[in-house]
C-alpha cells in the first residue's frame, strides 16, 4: 500500500485538471488568433481594407492566450512537484494559496482581455 495514497490522488487530479485547463486556454487562444486571421481574409478577398487597418488586436489576444496557457502547465507541473515532496515528507507544511491565487488571477485578466477586444470594434464603429 502507499503510505498517504488518497493525498496522492487528490494531488493528482488537481494536476490533471490544471492541464485541462492549460490545454483549454491553449486551444482558445489558437481558434481566437487565426479566427482574427480568416476576418482579415474575407474582408480583403471582398476589396475590403488592408489587414493592418482592420486588426482588432484578436491576434494579439490570441497569442496572449497561448502564453498564458503554457503558464499555466509550467506552474501547475511545479506545483504538482512541490506538492508531490511536501506529502511525502514528514514534516508538516503550512498551506499556502499564492499560487492559486496567481492563476486565477491570471484567468481573470485574460477574461477582462477578451472582452475589451469583443467590445471595442463595436464602440469603434
Do not use: C
Not at 491553449?26 to 486588426?55: D, H, N, W
Not at 506538492?83 to 491565487?101: A, H, M, N
Amino acid at each position: 500500500m502507499i503510505p498517504q495514497f488518497s493525498d496522492h490522488a487528490a494531488n493528482e487530479r488537481t494536476y490533471l485538471a490544471w492541464l485541462r485547463t492549460g490545454i483549454s486556454i491553449i486551444a482558445f487562444g489558437f481558434v481566437l488568433e487565426r479566427f482574427s486571421l480568416f476576418l482579415q481574409t474575407v474582408s480583403e478577398s471582398f476589396g475590403g481594407k488592408s489587414p493592418v487597418e482592420i486588426s482588432h488586436g484578436g491576434r494579439e489576444a490570441g497569442l496572449a492566450m497561448v502564453l498564458a496557457g503554457l503558464v499555466a502547465l509550467v506552474v501547475a507541473t511545479w506545483r504538482f512537484a512541490s506538492t508531490e515532496r511536501k506529502i511525502s515528507s514528514s514534516t508538516t507544511v503550512p498551506y499556502d494559496g499564492r499560487t492559486v491565487l496567481f492563476m486565477g488571477g491570471l484567468v481573470i485578466v485574460l477574461a477582462l482581455a477578451i472582452v475589451y477586444f469583443v467590445v471595442r470594434p463595436m464602440l469603434a464603429g
